[in-house]
């Protein structure tokens, strides 16, 4: 491949050359607003990123894109950027001049503010153009990224001044400004903070893979919870199996005794009984015995008096005969 050829060196930075120009003036046209400035700048570190990484391809169908994805996030952080920026700049520029006088105390606190607002907007665009968040979240991370990073910052923060201040010495320097005021100083902004977008996405992904470590860990250690609880039900019912089989043996040796014990009363009833109708049995027999002594005595008695009857008879036919005999012999 040649150094002039389509694909060659020479031809691939003209042709960056020509999209930091174009993008350049999209950039100018599109802030001209001025509350749509926050969504052009970041639409143009989304471009700008894509350059860098040599992914570009057209360059207004992806600023457009970008603008449109970013443009409420971008103009609510942008407005307020731009009331404290401009007028912390305005009282930078009167106390330059001489026509406020402050103390040496509360200038170093008004160009401390006028840093930090602009070390802000350093990161917040680009910020905002390569990662999805909250509002406050892109802020918080901004100044992270600007604090992580001091060199680079202040680096970025030089690059994006330079041409202007330039352009306040030189005045014809203003039309490279309007050339590329804002998409050269990006561009080499965008090749310093990729390397810090990089090693916090390392950071990040080492987190996750923390994170991911610990939730296996802690889903490991679940599943083991839940298996031992698994066990400890199986014994649970194993007892309670054991315990109900124990309960059923205790059941049928109590019903056992029961049945034992009814039969053994059985017997013993049965057994009462029988004592009970063989000293019936027993009673009879001598009640029988009693009775026939007694019998013949009334029989003995009966014959006694029948035997005296007829002795008296006997004596008193004696009597009569003798008596008549007596009378017979008076007679006589």
């Known amino acids: 491949m040649g150094f002039f050829a ?37 639409a143009m570190h989304y471009v700008l990123l894509r350059m860098l990484h040599n992914e570009e391809g057209y360059v207004l169908p992806g600023f457009i894109k970008s603008f449109r994805e970013n443009f409420k996030q971008a103009t609510l952080i942008w407005l307020p950027y731009m009331v404290i920026t401009f007028a912390l700049a305005v009282d930078t520029y009167l106390v330059y001049k001489g026509t406020v006088t402050l103390t040496a105390v509360y ?7 006028l840093f930090v607002a602009a070390l802000g907007l350093m990161f917040v665009f680009p910020v905002l153009s390569h990662y999805s968040n909250t509002i406050k979240g892109t802020v918080v991370n901004a100044y992270a990224m600007a604090v992580y990073s001091p060199i680079r910052s202040l680096a970025m923060l030089a690059l994006c001044i330079a041409p202007w201040v330039a352009a306040a010495f030189v005045p014809n320097f203003i039309f490279i400004c309007v050339l590329y005021g804002f998409t050269l100083p990006g561009f080499l902004c965008a090749s310093l903070y990729d390397g810090v977008f990089r090693r916090f996405e390392k950071e990040e992904q080492k987190a996750r893979e923390r994170a991911a470590e610990a939730a296996a860990a802690e889903a490991e250690a679940a599943e083991a919870a839940e298996a031992v609880v698994g066990e400890a039900a199986e014994a649970a019912a194993t007892t309670e199996a054991v315990v109900g089989e124990a309960a059923g043996t205790a059941a049928t040796t109590e019903a056992a005794g029961e049945e034992a014990g009814t039969a053994a009363i059985t017997e013993e009833a049965e057994a009462e009984e029988t004592k009970a109708a063989d000293a019936v049995a027993a009673t009879g027999k001598d009640t029988a015995e009693v009775k026939e002594p007694e019998a013949a005595e009334p029989k003995a008695a009966a014959r006694e008096s029948s035997s005296n009857k007829s002795r008296k008879s006997k004596a008193s036919s004696g009597t009569s005969s003798k008596r008549s005999g007596k009378k017979k012999r008076s007679n006589s």
């Open 6 to 42: 389509l694909e060659g060196p020479f031809m691939r930075f003209f042709d960056k050359v020509f999209n930091l120009l174009w993008l350049n003036i999209i950039v100018i046209i599109f802030c001209l607003p001025v509350f749509t400035a926050g969504a052009a700048f970041t």
């Open 107 to 113: 200038k170093l606190g008004l160009y401390f503010l």
